[in-house]
């Protein structure tokens, strides 16, 4: 069964600071996404990425950065957080290649930002 | 772009009664929609993909193509139904899977 890990689960950080959200799957998919869902707007997709290396932005970029050294790891960050990025980030993953995959997701990480 | 309406933010039924969860997609070719549910404090899953034309505990989805619609549907809710309900698009040869707001169902006892 594959499992996506995000590397906490709450999270409080203060304005101004550097955040950053790990994510680990261990099934060696190829991609790998990152989510806010927010209530009444669902889940925007942030950044993805299709390989190691590789990303490309989502929906709702700003602010946010990513980065992806090695397969299984994807990793979110806040350059310097503000209050309006205060949600429930959510990675996730899915093989490539097969047009119907769907996406694998981890528990989420509820980040607060004072 | 594509997009997905889930015009339902809350939908409440009695337990023993129809459930049908709207969703409608906008998208020019030919997509692939899936069913996710979240239970309470456990992680978005996949419920249904219209691909597989399965019924998951209870639940269908028929893709109408000339209606832009995958409406979630079971005959009957039960208690465990309650969640949130997301209906998502992937479009073909491509991985950016878009989403819709999502609907909470809130079966009443």
């Known amino acids: 069964d594959v499992k996506v890990t995000q590397s906490s689960r709450y999270l409080v950080k203060r304005t101004g600071e550097k955040v950053f959200l790990e994510c680990v799957q261990d099934?060696?998919?190829?991609?790998m996404f990152w989510y806010r869902q927010d209530p009444g707007l669902g889940l925007r997709l942030i950044y993805f990425s299709y390989d190691v290396k590789m990303k490309e932005k989502g929906d709702i970029p700003e602010g946010y950065s990513v980065s992806r050294e090695k397969k299984e790891r994807f990793s979110l960050i806040l350059e310097s957080a503000s209050t309006n990025q205060t949600s429930m980030y959510l990675c996730a993953s899915s093989p490539s290649g097969q047009g119907d995959s769907p996406l694998h997701f981890g528990n989420g990480t509820r980040l607060t930002v004072t | 772009a594509q997009r997905v309406t889930q015009p339902e933010k809350l939908l409440s039924v009695f337990k023993g009664a129809p459930v049908e969860l709207k969703c409608n997609y906008s998208?020019?070719?030919?997509?692939?929609l899936f069913w996710y549910v979240q239970y309470s404090r456990q992680r978005l899953q996949l419920l249904l993909r219209h691909i597989s034309r399965e019924s998951i505990k209870g639940f269908t989805a028929d893709l109408n193509k000339g209606e832009t619609s995958f409406h979630l549907k079971k005959p009957f809710a039960q208690e465990e139904d309650s969640a949130m309900y997301y209906c998502a698009l992937l479009p073909g040869g491509y991985q950016k899977v878009t989403f819709g707001i999502g609907t909470k169902l809130q079966v009443i006892p």
């Open positions: 099934m060696d998919h190829e991609n």
């Open positions: 998208y020019s070719g030919s997509p692939e």
